[in-house]
């Protein structure tokens, strides 16, 4: 690949419509891309330096891998040392970060920024790096240098999503099928509703779910829940452990129940499977919270087809299925009630399934 000197370069946050908690138990995951996006304008540096600026604050970062990279800048850091670990040699650069995706809110800011980062470094350099392999790098620096154990879907989404599309993929495998979402030619829109909730203990019981998941496989003998099915639960005695592993395991199977109607164009019909996987997350995996319970709850009063959170958990957004025509009412529900409730007011947008990382120019 030729290097380019300079470029501005995107990759987007990610809405998922069903399918949470799975990919790191080998399952399936159907997230789309979004509008929002992180953009990153750069130029190559004929030192082995980075420099980073965020355009949100104007904060500039400077850094040479000599020491650890604490805080935001730490997303670039991890990119340019797994890179590196690759055994790409990566080129020094300045890089400027402007981003509309919403930070903490569950839609996969961090992906956004590294996917973007990795896309400037990967042109700058020349890097030969097939894009199916760079949701794998990214994933690897998040985990391995932030410090954050998250699966595989959100850097996937970011890199790999097609307009028009949602991204059926299988985590174990990693094999991918675009799945065509005409909402708009059905009539539909995905209303999402940012429940702006305070998240507390995040990193902590993410953590503890996916070690728990892991618990019950090894205690089930099997690589990874994606293996197990429901009359397998009779084996654990764990009550806890039951219930976890029964999302993973209605939670994989909901997502190929939705694939299957997407297939054949009935939309409308996936509405009871993101419900139920709400409900799934709500009373077994217990990663709700009950501004998220609310939104939901009011959303399908309102006329929704279906709404569930989506991301990591404890907060963040939903996603509610919704007739194009009434989004702006089931909107008006949701910030109705949060107000009776003294609940912040959440922020709404519809979800449009957009493009995966590229270069802008
Ligand atoms: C976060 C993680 C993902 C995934 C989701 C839950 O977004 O980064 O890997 O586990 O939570 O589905």
Redesign the pocket.
């Known amino acids: 690949m030729t290097a380019v000197d300079q470029g501005v370069w995107a990759a987007p946050g990610r809405i998922?419509l069903i399918?949470?908690?799975?990919?790191?138990c080998d399952g399936f995951?159907l997230p789309f891309a979004l509008p929002q996006r992180t953009v990153v304008t750069a130029e190559r540096l004929d030192r082995p330096e980075w420099s980073v600026t965020s355009t949100l604050t104007g904060e500039t970062v400077t850094f040479d891998l000599s020491e650890p990279v604490t805080g935001w800048a730490a997303y670039v850091a991890a990119v340019v040392w797994v890179l590196r670990e690759a055994g790409h040699e990566v080129p020094g650069a300045r890089l400027s970060i402007d981003s509309d995706v919403p930070g903490g809110a569950?839609l996969?800011s961090s992906?956004a920024l590294e996917c973007a980062v990795l896309s400037a470094l990967a042109d700058l350099g020349g890097l030969d790096i097939p894009v199916e392999q760079r949701p794998s790098l990214a994933q690897r620096a998040e985990n391995a240098y932030v410090g954050?154990p998250?699966?595989?879907?959100?850097q996937s989404a970011s890199t790999l999503c097609r307009e028009g599309h949602a991204l059926f993929l299988d985590c174990r495998s990693l094999a991918t099928e675009q799945i065509p979402l005409d909402l708009a030619g059905q009539g539909l829109a995905i209303l999402v509703i940012d429940s702006r909730a305070p998240h507390q203990l995040v990193d902590g019981e993410?953590a503890a779910r996916r070690a728990a998941c892991e618990r019950a496989a090894e205690l089930l003998g099997v690589p990874a829940l994606r293996d197990a099915v429901l009359d397998d639960l009779s084996r654990l005695d764990d009550e806890l452990l039951i219930r976890r592993s029964r999302h993973v395991i209605t939670e994989n199977a909901r997502v190929l129940d939705t694939i299957a109607l997407l297939r054949e164009g009935r939309l409308r019909e996936i509405g009871p499977l993101m419900t139920a996987s709400h409900a799934s997350m709500r009373d077994d995996f217990e990663i709700t919270v009950p501004e998220v319970d609310e939104a939901v709850d009011t959303a399908l009063a309102a006329g929704a087809y279906g709404a569930r959170m989506t991301?990591?958990?404890f907060g963040g957004c939903v996603l509610a299925l919704v007739e194009a025509e009434k989004a702006a009412t089931v909107a008006e529900a949701v910030t109705t009630a949060f107000a009776a409730r003294g609940f912040n007011p959440p922020a709404t947008f519809l979800a449009l399934p957009s493009p995966g990382a590229h270069r802008l120019s």
């Open positions: 998922n399918g949470e908690h799975t990919d790191y995951v569950g996969s992906a954050v998250c699966g595989i879907m959100d993410y991301g990591g958990g």
